[in-house]
């Protein structure tokens, strides 16, 4: 199939099951011929997430521990002062960090936070890092705002397939989702979005989630694959009591996956890194992942950390990616 062929925004359901189901080494090799025609095989973007406002959220997502609904002891903060915002942005910098990613536990942001929020926006792109953040809903005026600000990137999971969200979440729509997504484009924002594997899904699920994303009006620039963080006092944390619900084949299959139907996105591992052997990781970069999250924490869950990712690294011969790089290709899609 050509390269051209790929770049399509019409895919079925039974076009991107009959990816997950081919042969394993077939699907990685295949992932990877697409991820060489259009990125470096050798560089992966270092990202640095923030929570900005811990805890709180009033929506029911039952794999998250700052959900109000949750039992995880973890206790509602206020946004963090500008400048502790900044001061963490600049550490990221000089740690290797070409993306700097600020969450708040929102179902969306009240008007009279985002002037502290686009200040945050403002400050860390002056430190020439891509901004990224992640707030819950946005109206159109806030989306307008937020790009003035100089926001690159707005993360909004749809976290799963349509049919298995109700599971999973029930304060906010499938439909919602999408339409702050939309609200995003319109402003010329760039679009992080992507979501979780791992949470009772089946193969069929993971095809939804795929094809959603994959035939959106323009695919997201930046694709998130996240593994199952159980947190006891979150529902799924409860309900699986430390169980992994997806094995390391079927994750990166999900990732190869991913690169082949979306082959200029930037897709990520992000959380569930943690508990992932190297071996492993090494399988999802040769099916087409490009990005990570680095650090000690993401948001209120562990992460690697920058020194185990530095040894990774060199042990696979990566390197980190050039700020611009992504940049350029969000703006050659």
Not at 102 to 118: I, N, Q, T, Y
Not at 167 to 172: A, P, S, Y
Not at 272 to 289: D, I, K, N, P, V
Not at 295 to 319: Q, R, Y
């Amino acid at each position: 199939m050509m390269i051209k062929d790929l770049l399509r925004t019409d895919w079925t359901r039974a076009e991107i099951a009959a990816l997950f189901d081919l042969p394993f080494t077939d699907l990685v090799f295949r992932a990877g011929e697409v991820h060489r025609a259009h990125h470096s095989s050798v560089e992966v973007q270092l990202c640095t997430l923030l929570s900005i406002k811990t805890g709180g959220c009033p929506e029911d997502c039952g794999y998250c521990s700052q959900s109000a609904h949750a039992s995880t002891g973890l206790k509602a903060e206020k946004l963090m002062d500008v400048d502790a915002v900044l001061a963490a942005a600049a550490e990221a910098r000089a740690a290797g960090s070409q993306r700097f990613c600020m969450g708040a536990a929102w179902r969306e942001p009240k008007d009279r936070d985002m002037a502290a929020v686009c200040d945050m926006v403002a400050g860390v792109k002056a430190m020439g890092l891509e901004t990224c953040m992640t707030l819950g809903m946005l109206t159109g005026d806030q989306a307008r705002a937020l790009k003035a600000a100089g926001l690159d990137y707005y993360n909004h999971n749809i976290d799963t397939s349509p049919e298995h969200y109700g599971d999973i979440i029930t304060t906010r729509t499938f439909q919602e989702r999408l339409d702050t997504l939309d609200e995003v484009r319109k402003a010329g924002m760039a679009v992080c979005c992507g979501g979780i594997v791992g949470m009772g899904e089946n193969r069929d699920d993971r095809v939804g989630f795929i094809h959603a994303l994959a035939t959106l009006p323009r695919h997201p620039e930046s694709v998130p694959v996240n593994a199952l963080v159980p947190i006891k006092g979150t529902v799924l944390g409860d309900m699986l009591d430390g169980e992994k619900l997806i094995d390391d084949i079927e994750f990166v299959r999900t990732v190869a996956v991913a690169r082949i139907t979306m082959p200029r996105s930037m897709v990520r591992l992000s959380a569930g890194r943690e508990s992932m052997s190297e071996s492993t990781q090494a399988l999802c970069f040769l099916a087409g992942a490009n990005s990570i999250f680095t650090g000690e924490k993401l948001l209120t869950a562990g992460n690697a950390g920058g020194s185990a990712d530095a040894a990774m690294f060199a042990k696979l011969g990566l390197k980190p990616m050039e700020a611009e790089e992504p940049m350029r290709a969000m703006v050659a899609a």
